[in-house]
Each structure stands twice: as structure tokens, then as C-alpha cells.
């Protein structure tokens, strides 16, 4: 009775734990990934031209810096963003590195973000800040996991914006 008991506190734990976390994690890779298959309309060349030229080039200012896997068919680059501590001093506001994969296939394209780093002399994982029961653990952790969720939804948001054909207006002719 006591190893059913023990089995069930373990269980309901286990379940309050996770309903904790908010943020998507990767079964295989056990980090936070935000990945979405969009529906689109073109051939594979034209999207993922439309995803050069609309969402690339609008998105970053130097595209071809951060890229490093560009195959007609896969995007794949490395990017930052900085976060938000709350103090007057960005210097001190933390750097967050991140991956990005970006897949073309005929009427679909499934973006990937991932392996969220935080830039310091030794890369620190993301999600170490899920944990709270870190010794080390502060509350500015869960703000910056939420900042982290709002720049992939905004980036999510701003890529399947870029998706949308451009509308050819035909001239009349005289």
C-alpha cells in the first residue's frame, strides 16, 4: 500500500512539474523547439525565393552572414537576440543565441527554432531556467523564458506573413 501510495505522489509531481513548463520541448533533443508546418501555394522555388527575398532579407540585415546551410531546398543559420533583465543598463541585459531550419517542400514549409543558448564565456542551455529547483534559481528566469516565447511567436508570425504571394498587378496596355 505504501509503494502504491509513494507511486502516486511520485505521479501527481511529475504532472505539476511539467504542467510548469510552458515553453515547447523536443522529445528526442529534451530542449525548447518551436516548429510549425505551414500550408502555402507556388512551387518549391518560388517559395523559398518568396522566403529569401520577403522574409530573409526584411528579417535580418545580413542574411548571408547567417546562414549557414542555403541548398535551394533547407535553410539552416545561427542568430541573437538580447533580452530584457529590467535594467537601465542593456550592457548587462543577457545574449540569447539561437538555430534556425527552415524546410521547403511542394505546398508546405515547416520552420524549426532552436537550441536557445544564453551567450556568456561558456554557453549556458535555456533550459536550465525551467528549473526551480535550481539552488541557483531566480524569478527573472521565468520573464526571460516568456521573452523567449514572445521572439519565436513574433518570428513565427512574421514568417507565415512573408508567405503570402505578392499580388501581380497587370498593367493595361493603351
Not at 541573437?80 to 541585459?93: I, P, R, T
Not at 524546410?103 to 524549426?112: A, I, N, S
Request: aromatic letters at 14%; charged letters at 30%; one cysteine or more.
Amino acid at each position: 500500500m505504501k509503494k502504491v501510495a509513494l507511486l502516486f505522489v511520485a505521479v501527481l509531481f511529475a504532472t505539476v512539474t511539467f504542467a510548469q513548463s510552458t515553453m515547447p520541448i523536443d522529445p528526442k533533443t529534451e530542449k525548447i523547439s518551436f516548429r510549425k508546418v505551414i500550408n502555402t501555394v507556388g512551387s518549391e522555388d518560388e517559395v523559398f525565393n518568396r522566403i529569401y527575398s520577403q522574409f530573409m532579407n526584411s528579417y535580418y540585415k545580413s542574411p548571408a552572414t547567417i546562414l549557414q546551410q542555403n541548398d535551394g531546398r533547407t535553410m539552416k543559420g545561427k542568430h541573437q537576440f538580447q533580452l530584457d533583465n529590467g535594467d537601465a543598463v542593456k550592457s548587462k541585459w543577457p545574449w540569447i543565441t539561437y538555430y534556425f531550419t527552415i524546410e521547403v517542400r511542394e505546398g508546405r514549409v515547416r520552420y524549426t527554432l532552436s537550441d536557445f543558448m544564453q551567450k556568456t564565456q561558456s554557453n549556458h542551455p535555456c533550459e536550465e531556467w525551467m528549473n526551480k529547483e535550481d539552488p541557483l534559481y531566480q524569478p527573472v528566469w521565468d520573464k526571460y523564458l516568456e521573452q523567449i516565447s514572445a521572439f519565436a511567436e513574433d518570428w513565427g508570425k512574421k514568417f507565415e506573413e512573408s508567405l503570402v504571394p505578392e499580388k501581380v498587378v497587370e498593367e493595361e496596355e493603351w
